[in-house]
């Protein structure tokens, strides 16, 4: 079936380089979201299905999938406003690139196998890039052969964990099987070499850094969302992300097999997510503009996934949470800002304010996704975030604790600090293109955070079984 989906995905994209109007144009892009979309609702229906030998449909994949197709409708939908003085050339380019990148991550999503996962997490970096390289301006040219280079850097050096693996799976069974199943027994026999093992996860979290990104390659993810156009920023930050989650968290997850190893590894993602955590918290103090703001805001929330799965046990379970949860919230407020963008004209956080007197629903969508995105109730990230920390202490590690609840802290004094004014501050409104609001959009982001709120003040037992299933 999933043969079929990416056939049909490539008849969709050719039709939209053929056609020779925008209105058929955006028809075949809508069309191709609404048949991810019917996917969606089948892959649901058929969870546990093997299908191509190197893909299954599990709970985890189907999932971030799902996701993905709401956020990818949602950002098609805004791109036909937010891009509507594009030429017919430029704006079949981003299409097909915004194509391409959704059925890259549906194979990192649904492939079994690591080697799977690598080659299509490297198919999102020459997708993304189309979508970065956009405006075709000096700025958006170098940050798409920064994320090219840096992210071709780090996709190689995934490549050599890979290959280490192989080695581990080939000791313990005579033939190198890399699906994900296959690592986890070869790990858990304990044949390979633990060396060799605990270097392939360190080479596979650092390679994909670009991709979820955390430190140390996230640079350039933030500079791909500056760049690109900011409803493709929204997909970058919660879709794009979301297949680095999940990239990681199954070689994660293999590790588990071998406890000295699985404790060695859960030593580096405190690590890595420490330090996001300090770039984040920096770097937020000193950027002036709002998607470089919700990037580095993106760069935080990845490092406390990966603090969440090093503590292990509780810690995986709010790290799992925590990323659906963002992947909703942090799509909901780059779209919005979006909407701001193209009426306001910039994303400078000085020259802007005023917004709720010109539009109250988009306001109003910006003030839900603040209080979700700094952890205060009834967000759901207040939860896992708690969660997060008193693992910490249960672990008995107060020495992280401490700096930990300080950038937590520092994170949310600056991004108060800096979307406030843009909500509230008063300026000269007589500039602003109130054409540029898009209401029905609103709504739907408005109902999106929403659902994360009811998530934060009541886990229904739908979802805790959800998460128990991928967690654990």
Known sequence: MLIHLFILSSVLALLVGVARQ????????????????????????????????????????????????????LCCWQSSRYLDQENLREYKIYLISLIALNVALTGVYFANNITVTWIFLEATTLAAAGLTYHRRTLRSLEATWKYIFISSVGIAIAYLGVLLLSTVAAAAEGEADLSYAGLTQAIASGAGNALYIRLAFLFIVVGYSSKLEIFPFCTVGVDANHSAPTPTSAFLSSALVGGGFVAVFRVWKAMQGAPEVAAWCGHVLLLLGGLSLLMAAVYLGRTRNLKRLAAYSTVENSGLMMLGLGIGGIGVWAAVLHSLAHTLIKGSFLMQLSVVGKMFGNYRVARNGGYFRVDPLGGLVLVCCLIALIAVPPSVLFRTEYLILTGLLGEGWWWIFIPVALLLVTVIYWLCSKLLPLLFRPVDLSRVRIEGRNPWLSAVLLLMVLATFVAGVWQAPEL?????????
């Open 22 to 73: 925008r209105a058929y144009v955006q028809f075949f892009a809508g069309l191709f979201f609404a048949v991810q979309a019917a996917f969606a609702v089948w892959a649901v229906l058929n969870r546990g299905t093997t299908t191509a030998l190197y893909f299954t449909f599990d709970t985890l994949g189907v999932t971030y999938y799902a996701l993905m197709a709401l956020v990818g409708w």
């Open 464 to 472: 805790v079984g959800l998460i128990d299933s991928i967690a654990y």
